[in-house]
């Protein structure tokens, strides 16, 4: 169990979830919840096989305004989605944090202390 904002949690969870479905032309999208191993947090995990991020881009994705080309070629969005939910798990108390390949697909954690 976590205490937290529901509005804010569920904000978080559509940019990630709308994020994830956007990149991701073929292929799935999953959500998963675990505590972590120590106890201490819950994690809710958003993972994708979509097209991945680029290393490139990766060190810049949770700055506003950052907008990645889906993969029909165009963009999406403002740019923001990421950054505000970055900041609103940090009022909660949490992070997002993420791993992603190229080609492969991208996994977000967002990470929520327990109450």
Known sequence: MARTDRRALSQILINLTNNAIKFT???????EVAETTNGRAIEIRVI????GIKEEDQESLFKAFTQLTAATGRYDGTGLGLHLSQKLAELLGGSIRFTSEFGKGSTFILSLPRS
């Not at 032309?25 to 999953?30: I, K, M, N």
């Not at 994708?48 to 097209?51: E, I, K, R, W, Y």
């Open 25 to 31: 032309e073929g292929g799935l999208v999953r959500l």
């Open 48 to 51: 994708d096989t979509g097209m």
